[in-house]
């Protein structure tokens, strides 16, 4: 078996992989001019010929408020007639390695099977709130302030200013591209049916925006929303006040909020609104030191030490003394006894805030606190994530 980069010329054959996997459409042309193939990743038997193929998005995502780089997983396939012989087994891996090198600090993906990834070092990310309900439920919120829609051609700044905002209060939020913004929201919506609204404040401050989908299926109309971002939840309510002129046009609406948002607390009466809340995928930690040197640690914890384990990246596989001041730093200290010991799993879930430390001790086995105190224990708090990008 060889694991390597993929060839412009093999990215056809990747893409035929993908679509056995998961029916992906395509048309026969060769790779385009971005080079994808600078992030795809194959597994070869001896005579060249493709196995498994893998892509590593490269994306720049939030972590605690700052960007880092960030390996959005997808494509993973193998061929039927190569499956369960362990070529996958051994292509993640490499393709871990490959983002560990590139610089990333983080990881995520959508798995088909989180057993299967969770042996990767993958864990479940943060949970997301999904919505769906009659357009009913918005009559007793009242409209404030006014809502301008945005038009293909238009200035992007409103919108990327308001996003920006939002992303730095939500791990794993990804950077876009003026390509991204141009892609998603430069359609026309009245061949589409993809139209984007920005809300301003009563002081014409532009404060949320998003981007609906007006859907119909037999004789019933509704509404998804396909983005959005917003300041805080007076922004929220103040599109929710919005939603309310668009009765007439649809008998139900679709979204998701993340975990930080109480949808209960948004309506004057709740009593009709259900709420299923999900997995946002899986994350994982690619740079241990790197994401515990960036990790906002309180100053009073003083520093600590953390055992890690990573039985697919080597480079993780170490004690770390964690010291903390007014800048964090991070030193190997393999010979320690640690203060706490946990697997790249569970390091996965508290650095990034899917769960705190008490209720990572609480429900996981792969925790072990070894000195507990006070500080330690308040130093892994709970931040929402939000991962809406597909890859």
Not at 38 to 54: E, H, K, L, Q
Not at 364 to 376: F, K, M, Y
Request: hydrophobic content about 40%; charged content about 20%; some cysteine.
């Amino acid at each position: 078996m060889k694991l390597r980069k993929i060839t412009p010329d093999e990215f056809i054959t990747m893409q035929n992989n993908m679509n056995i996997a998961f029916r992906f459409e395509r048309t026969e042309t060769p790779v385009d001019s971005n080079n994808e193939s600078d992030f795809c990743y194959g597994a070869y038997t001896d005579d060249g010929i493709m196995t498994s193929s893998v892509i590593a998005n490269p994306y720049k995502c939030c972590y605690w408020g700052q960007d880092v780089g960030m390996c959005g997983v997808g494509g993973v396939a193998t061929f039927p007639e190569y499956r369960r012989e362990g070529h996958m087994r051994h292509l993640l891996p490499f393709v871990l390695k490959a983002a560990y090198d590139r610089g990333d600090v983080l990881s995520s993906l959508f798995p088909f099977s989180h057993p299967f990834y969770r042996k990767f070092g993958f864990e479940c990310g943060h949970p997301v709130q999904y919505m769906d309900f009659g357009m009913e439920a918005f009559k007793d919120i009242p409209y404030v302030g006014s809502v301008k829609q945005f038009l293909p051609g238009g200035d992007f700044s409103e919108i990327k200013a308001i996003y920006a905002r939002f992303q730095k209060k939500h791990n794993f939020l990804c950077q876009r591209s003026d390509a991204y913004w141009q892609h998603r929201f430069g359609k026309d919506p009245y061949v589409t049916h993809h139209h984007t609204y920005i809300w301003y404040d009563e002081n014409a401050q532009a404060r949320a925006y998003c981007l609906l989908d007006h859907l119909q299926s037999d004789d019933s109309k509704s509404y998804s929303v396909l983005d959005w971002a917003f300041d805080d939840v007076s922004a929220l309510r103040g599109l929710f006040g919005f939603f309310r002129l668009l009765t007439p046009s649809a008998e139900r609406m679709s979204f998701k909020l993340p975990a930080d948002v109480n949808p209960f607390s948004l309506f004057p009466e709740p009593y009709d609104i259900s709420v299923s809340t999900k997995n946002c995928g899986m994350v994982r930690i690619i740079n241990a030191a790197e994401a515990l040197r960036l990790h906002p640690w309180p100053a009073a914890l003083g520093g600590f030490s953390v055992r890690v384990h990573d039985s697919n990246l080597a480079d993780n596989d170490h004690t770390y003394r964690v010291s903390c001041s007014s800048e964090a730093h991070v030193t190997l200290d393999d010979d320690s006894q640690p203060d706490l010991e946990v697997s790249i799993q569970a390091l996965s879930v508290l650095l990034t805030g899917v769960m705190d430390l008490p209720a990572a001790i609480a429900n996981r086995a792969d925790v072990q606190l070894h000195r507990p105190s006070d500080a330690l224990l308040a130093a892994f708090p709970a931040n929402a994530g939000f991962l809406v990008e597909n890859f």
